[in-house]
């Protein structure tokens, strides 16, 4: 997360520092409200070991799984307000929804000796895509900067809250101990930083697209910890009005 936030900020240091150079400025011509919708992909994958459990005999059996997510689709929505020269607040939703596998072995409580369970092992085609969808919602201080009379550019960054649904594998409850797929979710703290390009077609409508980071890590029952989000592209129309 270090690298690719300072690589984010300085890409967009070095388009402000561009920009700055213009002698035409044309920022007090903006309105001003923002409207940014995009969609686009997260790149990054994570890895992540769940441990599920389930009660059985009067003892507690355990699901120890490695488990991977992948990258996924994005869909984000913003709006702002700019209230002091080129700075904006803005808040805005973003979502995301990938999968990924897992290989899991369950300790199955035995029904006569207690303390020594039966090791089950379970490959990835048991469980089949195991699915992860976020939501989250980001405040952000959006500093915009035009380039030239066509494009702009717009430095973004700040707190998130993201609440996150993951898939997990376990299994029943009984001596069948057959693969079963459960759910669960959480609400976490992260963050978010990056630029965004947009085109000019005319003094309300704009295309454009961004890079950015937008990640954190949020505490399930069976996860402490787990980290979400990385790496995202993501196009579409700006408006101003």
Avoid: C
């Avoid at 929505?77 to 596998?101: C, D, P, V």
């Amino acid at each position: 997360m270090k690298n690719t936030t300072t690589i984010i900020a300085m890409s967009g240091a070095l388009a402000l520092s561009t920009a700055l150079t213009v002698q035409a400025q044309t920022a007090q011509r903006e309105t001003p409200y923002h409207l940014n919708i995009s969609v686009g992909g997260q790149f990054q994958s994570h890895e992540f070991s769940p441990v599920t459990t389930f009660e059985l005999y009067a003892e507690t059996g355990t699901v120890t799984a490695n488990q991977t997510i992948g990258g996924g689709f994005v869909f984000d929505a913003s709006g702002g307000y700019r209230f002091w020269r080129n700075l904006s607040g803005a808040i805005g939703i973003s979502t995301f929804n990938g999968s990924g596998e897992a290989a899991a072995v369950a300790a199955i409580p035995d029904p006569v000796s207690v303390g020594k369970p039966t090791l089950k092992e379970f490959d990835p085609s048991a469980f089949g895509d195991l699915s992860q969808s976020n939501v989250a919602t980001n405040f952000q201080a959006v500093w915009l900067q035009p380039i030239n009379d066509r494009v702009d550019i717009s430095i973004f960054g700040g707190p998130s809250i993201i609440h996150v649904s993951q898939e997990l594998p376990s299994v029943t409850p009984d001596a069948s101990a057959l693969p079963l797929v459960i759910s669960e979710s959480g609400t976490g703290a992260g963050g978010n930083v990056g630029v965004d390009f947009a085109y000019r077609v005319n003094n309300r409508y704009r295309v454009g697209a961004f890079v950015r980071y937008l990640g954190g890590s949020v505490d399930l029952p069976s996860i402490e910890s787990l980290t979400v989000g990385g790496v995202e592209l993501a196009g579409g129309i700006r408006l101003r009005f």
